[in-house]
């Protein structure tokens, strides 16, 4: 290889980006989705419980100290919140 080779080489190399350190934009896109899912997975995990909920019966529901008011208000409640 001639000099000139090697220097054009690592003028290229220096203009890379280097990918293995996170940059600003990518940590942030990066937390946005660790939150969605762990968002997604904490309102799945409200929608089976509550599906549990409505199992229950009568004795179960006092066994808990649950009314039928209590039970039906968290029943009514979207998975989300």
Do not use: V
């Not at 934009?25 to 509550?50: D, F, I, N, P, V």
């Amino acid at each position: 290889m001639e000099l000139s080779t090697y220097q054009d080489r690592d003028r290229a190399m220096k203009n890379l980006q280097d990918f293995s350190i996170p940059s600003a934009q990518s940590r942030t896109c990066q937390h946005w989705l660790r939150g969605l899912l762990k968002g997604l997975c904490a309102g799945l995990e409200r929608a089976r419980t509550r599906r549990l909920l409505a199992q229950l019966d009568d004795r179960q529901l006092s066994d808990l100290g649950i009314s039928h008011a209590d039970r039906s208000h968290e029943l009514d409640k979207p998975f989300w919140r």
